[in-house]
């Protein structure tokens, strides 16, 4: 799967910034981007639960 021009230029600009970061900054905003990370995959999972109808409830059919 390739990026998108507007992608690679997002991804282009990430870089920069995470180089300018000191180890300290780096290691706290690797921690942040692997919180959000689980919670999108929970939002993910809820979402498709609900699409999928996984979570009905038996006891209301």
Partial sequence: MELTLEQEFSLRSFT???QQMSREQAQEFLILQYKQ???RETIYQDILKQ???L????ASL
């Fill in 37 to 39: 990370m689980m919670i």
């Fill in 55 to 58: 979570d009905l409830d038996f």
């Fill in 16 to 18: 920069d910034q995470v």
């Fill in 51 to 53: 699409q999928w109808k």
